[in-house]
């Protein structure tokens, strides 16, 4: 163990600077994903966490909805009940440090669970 510890210890920035590529990179394709849908916003662009959180209020879509949609598609997310009874259903949390991949599918199934979501068709 202590041997696998000084060995990260060793390659550590090169490896924080290769996540931050990578989260970075993620959150900027789903930022462009979510703002050319114009219902649902970032809450804080870029984050510093490993995440963004993507606010469904304005629209009165439901967060819940929308993951419940994603994750029939194989795409999962966490919503803001996960983390606080006060929020409820406000927002979805996306997890920007995954292989790119994951996010593109996020990005392509985007709109049509956006469109089976609004709250005339829930």
């Not at 041997?3 to 590529?21: E, F, G, T, V």
């Not at 606010?55 to 819940?64: D, G, M, P």
């Not at 990005?107 to 829930?122: A, F, G, Q, T, W």
Request: net charge neutral; proline share 4%.
């Amino acid at each position: 163990g202590q041997k696998a510890a000084i060995a990260a210890y060793k390659i550590k920035d090169d490896l924080i600077s290769s996540i931050n590529n990578i989260q970075r990179r993620n959150q900027n394709l789903i930022k462009s994903s979510v703002d050319s849908l114009s219902v649902l916003k970032p809450l804080v662009f870029p984050s510093n966490g490993n995440f963004l959180a993507i606010e469904c209020l304005e629209q009165q879509i439901s967060a819940n909805a929308i993951a419940r949609a994603l994750m029939k598609r194989g795409i999962f997310v966490r919503t803001s009940d996960y983390h606080s009874d006060v929020f409820k259903d406000d927002f979805l949390k996306i997890s920007t440090t995954v292989p790119e991949a994951w996010v593109i599918k996020l990005c392509n199934e985007l709109p049509s669970v956006i469109d089976e979501c609004l709250p005339e068709k829930c």
